[in-house]
């Protein structure tokens, strides 16, 4: 006779009991390290918000006066730089808009950033240029035969284009920089030449950093520019990509006056450097607009008599004030910055007349 094998009911209940503590204890475990994770994050958030905010707060500072140095510790957060907007790497926060302020750096900034202001008129009050980048990024300037490298930086002088918190070093050549530089791991490297001096002509051997990190440009003042003016006046840069052993050209912009030439030098590429120069162009024009609306007001009140049209030619009074502003207001006048050159000339030129015959003057 075979007796089938009887069921133990407790052993049952037993083996699902703890089957059912597993689990939920599973789930518990699983529950608290989703909240640990979660209140991890939103802390990390949190930090990347006031990080984001004080930084706000400083470049808002910073940049309402000229040749203003600053620099300002990163705790361990990275920044990224756009045209429009700053934010931080890895961060779901959607960060601070720059989109009202012109403002030239590379892309991204880690450790620390250092920042710059100038003023740009062209030629009256018109916008601080802010400039960003850290002591980790290199800018390498080779000598001209001009002297036009020594008006941007030169170690006996107090007066150059860049500050003093920029990581500088200068070269005699091209050649030079091929055989002496050495990468301590530099988070961006900017060749700078000037004039005949082409980057696409070098060959470089680069450890430690990937090529979209390092570039070149080639700064061309126009020839009507001599070295006593530069870097104010206006000109060419040409803007070169790097393929790992050479450069190539990227494309050319123009620039006016040393606040644009300093953004070119700051901006992480073409791209960057035309769109916060398209934003201050509109802002030339809308300055413009009421500026021509004051001109336009002196003319009615009849200002323009007597000692303040001691020349009836309407090159040198409120009429021709007038037709300049109106060129200035013309959003394709970014076009040929050699004209606004050219007019910021005679504005200024029109300007001081009107203040020494004690007439109002436009700004």
């Not at 075979?2 to 939920?24: A, M, S, Y």
């Not at 018109?126 to 800018?139: H, Q």
């Not at 037709?323 to 030129?349: C, F, G, H, M, R």
């Amino acid at each position: 006779m075979i007796r089938k094998p009887i069921k133990k009911k407790g052993t049952i209940e037993l083996q699902f009991n703890w089957l059912f503590v597993l689990i939920v204890g599973a789930m518990i475990l699983l529950f608290f390290f989703g909240l640990i994770r979660t209140l991890s994050k939103n802390s990390k958030e949190s930090l990347n918000f006031d990080i984001l905010s004080y930084l706000d707060e400083i470049l808002a500072g910073v940049g309402v006066s000229s040749n203003t140095e600053y620099s300002i510790n990163l705790p361990g957060a990275v920044i990224n730089i756009d045209c429009y907007f700053m934010t931080i790497e890895g961060s779901d926060f959607e960060g601070k808009s720059v989109e009202s302020r012109v403002v030239f750096g590379p892309n991204r900034i880690s450790r620390e950033m250092t920042t710059y202001t100038l003023f740009w008129g062209a030629p009256f009050n018109t916008a601080y240029f802010l400039y960003v980048t850290s002591s980790k990024n290199k800018y390498l300037i080779v000598e001209d035969a001009d002297g036009f490298m020594q008006k941007v930086h030169d170690d006996a002088s107090s007066d150059d284009l860049l500050p003093l918190n920029i990581n500088i070093e200068t070269y005699s050549d091209l050649t030079a920089i091929e055989n002496d530089f050495e990468n301590q791991n530099f988070n961006k490297i900017k060749i700078i030449t000037f004039r005949e001096v082409t980057p696409d002509t070098m060959t470089l051997n680069l450890k430690k950093i990937k090529n979209k990190d390092v570039s070149a440009i080639r700064i061309i003042p126009d020839t009507s520019i001599t070295i006593d003016e530069f870097p104010d006046g206006t000109g060419a840069i040409e803007f070169y990509t790097f393929d790992g052993t050479g450069f190539t050209l990227d494309g050319e912009s123009k620039y006016l006056n040393k606040a644009s030439l300093a953004g070119a030098i700051y901006s992480e590429n073409k791209e960057m450097y035309d769109c916060n120069m398209d934003k201050a162009y509109e802002r030339l024009n809308k300055i413009a607009e009421i500026l021509l609306k004051k001109t336009a007001t002196l003319l009615t009140e009849d200002v323009n008599t007597n000692q303040c049209d001691t020349d009836p030619s309407p090159q040198h009074n409120y009429n021709r004030i007038n037709a300049i502003l109106e060129d200035l207001t013309d959003p394709l006048i970014s076009v040929n910055p050699i004209d606004i050159y050219s007019k910021e000339q005679e504005l200024n030129e029109k300007n001081k007349k009107l203040q020494a015959q004690s007439c109002p003057i436009i700004y």
